[in-house]
């Protein structure tokens, strides 16, 4: 494996999501501040500071790593906060808890489907629009492929 091709490929990317990543952090960095200072929640703060901010997502050269930010990042923040829930954690709330997580999920996805066909979409809709969230439910909608085929 040449060394130069390895590096290039990871500078590329590097160099278009750099600007957009760092004001990403300067706004977490600032939201952590702010909620140590105030006392209050930290996602709280950067959901303001983030709408403060808006406008820089919209166009120059902020938007690439701003939008790996909002879903790249984001999707391995969660998932690392899923790993700190070990199964004994979930075991040690007992049947009743778990028991209406998957009951309270069932009648969501139930719901969802029951609704999609009393509005005439298909089937997988009802089940798809429980677990999408909104950006990819706005791009299928406009797509047109929300429609039933009737």
Request: charge should be positive; aromatic fraction near 6%.
């Amino acid at each position: 494996m040449n060394p130069s091709t390895t590096l290039s490929t990871w500078r590329d990317p590097a160099r278009t999501h750099f600007h957009g990543v760092l004001v990403s952090v300067v706004v977490a960095m600032a939201a952590i501040s702010l909620a140590e200072h105030y006392g209050a929640s930290a996602l709280l703060f950067a959901l303001l500071l983030g709408m403060a901010m808006n406008f820089l997502s919209t166009e120059g050269r902020c938007v690439p790593g701003i939008q790996f930010s909002a879903s790249t990042l984001l999707r391995i923040g969660v998932a690392l906060l899923g790993v700190r829930i070990t199964l004994a954690q979930v075991t040690a709330l007992g049947a009743g808890p778990i028991a209406m997580v998957v009951g309270s999920v069932a009648l969501t996805i139930g719901f969802g489907i029951l609704l999609a066909r009393m509005l005439g979409y298909r089937n997988r809709v009802g089940v798809g629009s429980t677990s999408m969230s909104s950006a990819p439910r706005r791009r299928a909608r406009s797509a047109g492929q929300w429609r039933t085929a009737t």
